[in-house]
């Protein structure tokens, strides 16, 4: 096999037949009204940005490219289009989808991983018109949700910070294997950390991290569930191994110490749990994080008993943290060194700074300054607002695990791309409605993007395919496609045009880059917009124009289009 088809093998269910029915239905009446060699040309864009932001990035072209790729109909398809399709379907007509290649397509496109905005093709799909037809519902099925993805994935980025490690946690409440598998690789191309799916892991080359579930401390009851004691002890570099001892009493022994110095009863602290933390602890005893909520107790903010009195109940985690916190030290005692705790339910700002507050206790009392360090990891149906206002309260986390709201994207669960004729042999065409935002912007165009001189996006500008590109330093007329009043000189510092060929003459024409690759075009991307276009609260909007030349070329075609109304 040769190495460019190893590259371009798809998940198996990406091929002609993940299409909607009337695509072959409208394939075969093209094909009988004799239009097999009439050439047209699609754009694939989107009219609305999700989630009330203004930008949105794009993904999922790697997909169609490979898609491209792979285009065939086979025996077995043939066969059950013949079974689907009314029995007076010429077989000649399957004969020719048998025999259908994309060799002629050419597909132009923004690069994965970009800022894109409204109303901008992000695909341009010239070809002849039975075959871009073909096309449309998978280009549009592996685009929609993966810019999706990829676009909350950036958002919750944004409101992490950069120093927050996320991680994606949503396989369970995915819909789907495939929705599962899609929104851990495109959360991955959006700015997250890691995954807790191990399959994509494994496909697409993803930082695989997880801990445990409250199951497995529910498992144990007592420290006499602990079938093994001893565990192996290194020196304090942790490359020679000592001896072996009694890990269990060095918990024991460790946890009525802390319990002290927290100011937690021992019997506030479940024995089965910590039996539980020691078993994990045994079995990765470098990799130690624990989940500390199984067993909560009702605590009081206040410090002292008169003050509990006039605080506000709230949960706290006095058995986890203390558990926890025991078995932290004895692993240090034995030359290891833990990861943290994971809060899956509470005040999550209020327990993390207690736990904060907790380590750095024990990192100054007993001298183990990293265990000041250790990381504080949130989950429980975190939201993108969720961390903007743990944010407003100082919280102590370290690394978000983010599953639900980031893959059903609950706040807008499609992005609502579009396929759109715009040219059929050489003729612009336009589709009208009454509402703009549906009106189409005809023919072949070339997009760029104006820079100003500090270097953040000013306009993206549609002109006229052939029309000469803006030049840096020279003025632009850029003008609103519908309102014509809304208009503008622009004087870039740079000029970008947006899109390029990646398929003609019947192969890939640009490299596909490496997931890491992309995942730095998105963060490069958004550098380049102003913040007040990426804020959460009432985002400006960014600006999508025409040229002079394109606007009134639009707006003639509408006017010849446009049926004349009569009173009576």
Known sequence: MEATEVKMRQNEII????????QLTMAYAYWKSGKVDDTAVFDLFFRKNPFSGEFTIFAGLEQCIKFLFNFRYSDSDITYLKQILPPYVEEEFFRYLKNLTVEDVTLFAIPEGSVVFPRVPLLRVEGPLIVVQLLE??????????SLIATNAARFRMAAGKRIKLLEFGLRRAQGPDGGLSASKYAYLGGFDGTSNVLAGKLFHIP???THAHAYISSFSTLADLKTRDLAVYDQNGSDLIESRDFVETCIKRRDQLATLLGILLQEANDGELAAFISY???FPDGFTALVD???????????????????????????LLNFCAVAVALSDFGYRPIGIRLDSGDLAYLSNRA???FRKIAEELTIPWFAQ???????DINEETILSLNDQHHQIDCFGIGTHLV???????????YKLVEINKQPKIKLSEDLEKVTIPGRKDIYRLYGSDGHALIDLMQKHGEPPPLAGNRVLCRHPFLESKRAYVNPARVEPLLHIYWQNGRCCQPLPSMEQLRHRVQHQLGTIRQDHKRNLNPTPYKVSVSDSLYSYLHKLWLQNAPIGELS
């Open 15 to 22: 091929q002609p037949l993940l299409t909607d029915l009337y």
């Open 137 to 146: 519902t998978t280009f549009l099925n592996l685009i929609n949700y993966s």
């Open 208 to 210: 695989v991290k997880g």
């Open 281 to 283: 602890a045994m079995a």
């Open 294 to 320: 199984t067993y909560e107790v009702l605590s009081w903010s206040g410090e002292t008993p008169s003050q509990r009195y006039i605080s506000e109940p709230r949960l706290h985690y006095r058995s986890g």
């Open 356 to 358: 904060r507050d907790a």
């Open 374 to 380: 250790l990381s504080i990891v949130a989950s429980n």
């Open 408 to 418: 059903t994207c609950q706040k807008q669960p499609a992005l609502g791309c579009v």
